[in-house]
Nanobody, 117 residues
Framework: QVQLVESGGGLVQPGGSLRLSCAAS????????MNWFRQAPGKERELVAT????????NYADSVKGRFTISRDNAKNTVYLQMNNLKPEDTAVYYC??????????WGQGTQVTVSS
């Protein structure tokens, strides 16, 4: 079955950086478009970044464009989110996902990112 394990979150000051990782299993990672979502307290879960299976194409929410970079390593079944120049409004639980996981109603445990001085 699909399994997604996020890691790398933490507490960081405004302007700081974090790199999130997501280890995937239970499906053919190398043919799957992958996404990062986030959910802040009291808000809807929102799509942050997308990367195609071959990493040729990426897309970002306007709020993170120019600051976040999504990447992947198909040999390691892992997708990453490099987050630079973090802002307090980036505080949220971050989740990786794929269409197959969402179709099954599956979300990993997520990783908490807190941006605060």
């Amino acid at each position: 079955q699909v399994q997604l394990v996020e890691s790398g979150g933490g507490l960081v000051q405004p302007g700081g950086s974090l790199r999130l990782s997501c280890a995937a299993s239970g499906f053919t990672f190398s043919v799957s478009t992958m996404n990062w979502f986030r959910q802040a307290p009291g808000k809807e879960r929102e799509l942050v970044a997308t990367i195609t299976n071959d990493a040729v194409s990426t897309n970002y929410a306007d709020s993170v464009k120019g600051r976040f970079t999504i990447s992947r390593d198909n040999a390691k079944n892992t997708v990453y989110l490099q987050m630079n120049n973090l802002k307090p409004e980036d505080t949220a639980v971050y989740y990786c996902s794929t269409r197959r996981a969402r179709a099954a109603g599956y979300w990993g445990q997520g990783t908490q990112v807190t941006v605060s001085s």
